[in-house]
């Protein structure tokens, strides 16, 4: 391994046990990050083996960031060292129809999306802004940009990360922090299943995008800088298309791949 960061450099990933969160540490890894691994199941165990044969040290937290007590647990595990990079993955969907979900699960996609990935942001971006340096990488999605029929609580949590993570690039422009977002659109991870959509045409589509390279396209700008970057040129036509279409268009373009039932071929 050829490391392209200095020795000793240090990146925190969340949502990391599997899917692009796992993806994004292993880039990490690879370019001689160590690394605090955080998930709310016990896979992240299992992922920590596997990247800590690249040879880089690697700590794993199981933890569930919808808590603050969640956010406390890794912030602990981090035992005061420098954090270079900041790679905020870690989030939950949630399909059907909003008056048809559990207030309980409801809650849980907005914790884990917004506020603990905020609280997590504050406590690590002011130590950065001390030091003067870091680099900061957030998971957004290209469902910001569209109103979510039957998958509404996820895309307005994600349109939120999508605008909140430019207003920090703005306001951190001068500090040495640069924050990036990465906007993947569906891709091959267990995100469907996991969000009760796999009756769904979107849910069923075999054409989604590898989780390795949509990882990869996101450390890259992290890495180089940039402000935002959409994984895939059928999702950078997607956003381009959304930002000139009705939001009811759109609307009611999302409930046709996600709409329960909506996957034909059964």
């Not at 709310?40 to 960031?65: F, K, Y």
């Not at 035992?79 to 207030?103: E, I, K, S, T, W």
Request: charged letters at 20%.
């Amino acid at each position: 391994m050829t490391s392209t960061v200095p020795p000793g450099s240090f990146a925190i990933v969340t949502g990391a046990s599997s899917g692009i969160g796992y993806a994004l540490a292993r880039c990490c890894a690879q370019n001689g990050f160590d690394l605090l691994i955080a998930a709310d199941e016990p896979e992240i165990e299992n992922a920590a083996t596997s990247l800590r044969a690249t040879g880089v040290n690697v700590v794993a937290v199981q933890a569930d960031l919808a808590t603050a007590e969640g956010v406390e647990t890794l912030w602990r595990a981090a035992g005061g060292r420098p954090v270079d990079a900041l790679l905020a993955n870690a989030g939950r969907g949630l399909g059907r129809g909003f008056l048809d979900q559990d207030f309980a699960d409801v809650r849980r996609v907005i914790d884990t999306n917004i506020t603990g990935t905020v609280d997590l942001l504050q406590r690590v971006g002011r130590d950065m802004r001390t030091r003067g340096k870091g680099r900061i990488l957030i998971t957004g999605s290209i469902a910001g940009f569209m109103p979510g029929s039957f998958q509404a609580v996820y895309n307005g949590s994600k349109a939120f990360l999508d605008s909140f993570s430019i207003a920090l690039r703005n306001e951190l422009k001068d500090t040495g922090i640069t924050v990036s977002c990465l906007m993947p659109g569906p891709t091959d991870t267990a995100f469907f299943e996991r969000a009760d959509m796999m009756d769904t045409q979107v849910g069923q589509d075999d054409k989604k995008a590898d989780p390795s390279e949509v990882a990869q396209t996101g450390f890259d700008a992290m890495m180089r800088g940039e402000a935002d970057v959409v994984a895939g040129w059928k999702n950078k036509v997607q956003v381009a298309l959304a930002n000139v279409t009705p939001a009811p268009v759109l609307a009611e373009q999302h409930r046709k791949m996600a709409e329960p039932g909506s996957d034909k071929r059964a």
